[in-house]
């Protein structure tokens, strides 16, 4: 299978834990992304990359929140402390950026994440 | 900042029915418009990317165009389907921001 994975596909924790979630992106895309989607919402940006360049971060990428994506090509997303309202699905996507390419973005399947 | 809304929030048709789902932006500078269809509790997938330079784009039963300068993006789907119940929704590149979705149900 060539396309976007996520690990673990479902976590439950309790409040106060620290999880980490982790995405590995079409081999050949430089960009990658993650989103976070309640239930009945559209997903919200969080943060993305080119190659291991983290370029941009949404407010709602609180202190608790951290990403990586050291070589250029799986990324990691944690998540310190949870608390009850980082409930959520979280998607990670991956696209090829540049001059002549039109940066069609493509999901993985997410991690669904369960705060007790 | 860009804000993004569709409508209708959902919409139940009998099978075969032509239809419409539109996606609304505030922010004529987008770059790119993509449609994805998502099923539930699943990830989103692809559906039609817009380029900036282009009007509209076509694959199989599904058709979408964009006006910038109204802010406005249709998908237009042609004689439906049970399999075609899922939420569509649209995103503007270069912002990363979603709509909230229309949610389809193709009735048999």
Known sequence: ???????????????????????????????LYWYRQTLGQGPEFLTYFQNEAQLEKSRLLSDRFSAERPKGSFSTLEIQRTEQG??????????????????????????????? | KQEVTQIPAALSVPEGENLVLNCSFTDSAIYNLQWFR?????????????QSSQREQTSGR?????????GRSTLYIAASQPGDSATYLCAGDQNFVFGPGTRLSVLP
């Open chain 1, 1 to 31: 299978d060539t396309g976007v994975s996520q690990d673990p596909r479902h976590k439950i924790t309790k409040r106060g834990q620290n999880v980490t979630f982790r995405c590995d992106p079409i081999s050949e895309h430089n960009r």
């Open chain 2, 38 to 50: 998502q099923d539930p509790g699943k990830g989103l997938t692809s559906l039609l990317l817009i």
């Open chain 2, 62 to 70: 599904l058709n979408a165009s964009l006006d910038k300068s109204s």
């Open chain 1, 86 to 116: 980082d409930s959520a699905m979280y998607l990670c996507a991956s696209s090829f950026g540049g001059l002549s390419s039109y940066n069609e973005q493509f999901f993985g399947p997410g991690t669904r994440l369960t705060v007790l």
